[in-house]
């Protein structure tokens, strides 16, 4: 959720041929933080993971979606920015009482300014929602869109809370000096994992000053669904964790006892990635089927230029081709001489059919499965002696 530099520019002559760019996915943005132009959506020439982030933008995202099959993957979820919103208790207590206990916890001392800015706070922030009815309305949004991803949820230890925007804008804001507590984020990131781990839908995961305990939510999260947690895929947005993070991340798809993280991605944006150098590391670091790319922008006649912008950063850190034209055909993944061979948007696009089908179980879990199949295949099959011989009787089967 960044704003664009006011030096960008829509350079459409930076850009390939339309036959590569419908192959383009940014597999994170936030067009409806802004006005769009039907024009707008008309010539995007890529797809868009659109997502929402808060109670008033859920049916924009939905109708964005609905009016632009084609062109919009649909994400619902809460992000961290605005858990203070929600209620763990259902009934909410009364608004004072949710916000200080938030802010000002009585075990804590606190500064006197804190308290008159809690007084201003106060006027202006709405009565909490219970997570009960957040859920409810996540629930009947990812069944309404059988495509539907989870997102943006996450754990952000840096963001304050802001003061009335008088435009009600995310991106214009005067800054409280409250944080949201860690703790009430992770509940409310759990229970949303929980219904994506239900309903089987991928999430696009925002992290921020979190590293740790986000992988700790992770690992709950798996201890708690084992291996229906692998079935789904997690983006690490606009990731900003080290290379040395992302290596041992990386270990855990290696290490046959632990496989923690086997259905964890990453992606990356310009606006978000590329303010630190550490993200040519990182993307040299990351295995070449675990990254994506993303735009992070919240004005949709940029999504193409930005997401097109990481493309080729990953194509010269990965040492991959830039395709100036589509050949490839259609179906199939192709012989691995093939693979070989491929540019960076065709690798991209696998990467995506990739976390889009997730199932990444590990490869414990995979040799069980086929111990299991072996079992039934040589199981001794019943056998009737007629006299027209034997006549096998099929066990198992599917």
């Known amino acids: 959720m960044t704003e664009p530099s006011s030096e960008t520019v829509y350079q459409a002559d930076t850009l390939p041929s339309p036959a590569v760019l419908r192959h383009v996915i940014d597999v994170h943005c936030h067009p ?26 859920q049916s924009k995202v939905a109708d964005l979606a609905t009016a632009y099959p084609e062109k919009v993957i649909p994400c619902f979820g809460y992000h961290p920015w605005f858990t203070h919103l929600i209620s763990l208790a259902n009934p909410p207590s009364s608004k004072e009482d949710h916000y200080t206990s938030l802010f000002l916890p009585s075990s804590v001392a606190h500064d006197p300014t804190h308290v008159t800015a809690l007084h201003h706070l106060l006027e202006t922030l709405p009565d909490p929602v219970p997570v009960q009815e957040i859920l409810s309305t996540l629930r009947q949004n990812l069944l309404s869109f059988p495509n539907a991803m989870l997102g943006e949820v996450g754990l952000d230890r840096s963001a304050r809370v802001p003061f009335h925007s008088p435009t009600g804008s995310a991106h214009s804001r005067v800054l409280s000096p409250f944080t949201i507590p860690i703790q009430h984020q992770q509940v409310i990131l759990e229970r949303q994992f929980d219904l994506a781990v239900e309903l089987k839908r991928n999430v696009s995961v925002h992290s921020v000053k979190a590293q740790q305990s986000t992988l700790e939510t992770f690992k709950k999260v798996k201890d708690k669904w084992g291996e229906k947690w692998e079935a789904i895929s997690i983006d690490m947005h606009s990731c900003g964790v080290s290379p040395e993070t992302w290596k041992g991340i990386e270990a855990s798809l290696c290490t046959q006892s632990l496989k923690i993280h086997s259905n964890v991605f990453l992606s990356l944006s310009t606006v978000i990635n590329s303010r630190s150098p550490a993200h040519t590391t990182l993307i040299a670091t990351c295995s070449p089927n675990r990254i994506l790319v993303e735009s992070d922008i919240h004005i949709v006649d940029l999504c193409t230029q930005h997401t097109w912008d990481m493309v080729k950063i990953v194509a010269s850190v990965k040492g991959w081709r830039v395709e100036e034209f589509w050949d490839y055909g259609e179906g199939g993944e192709g ?46 099959v019943e056998t009737n002696t007629t006299n027209e011989g034997t006549i096998d009787i099929e066990v198992g089967g599917s």
Not at 35 to 44: A, G, H, T, Y
Not at 47 to 55: P, Y
Not at 341 to 369: I, P
């Open 32 to 57: 409806t933080d802004s006005e769009i132009p039907p024009v707008s959506m008309d010539r995007l020439p890529i797809k868009i993971c659109a997502m929402a982030t808060r109670g008033s933008d």
């Open 335 to 380: 012989t691995a001489e093939q693979q070989e061979s491929w540019g960076v948007v065709k690798r991209l696009e696998e990467n995506w059919k990739l976390f889009q089908r997730g199932n990444h179980f590990s490869k414990k879990s995979k040799k069980k499965d086929r111990i299991v199949k072996s079992k039934l295949a040589n199981a001794k």
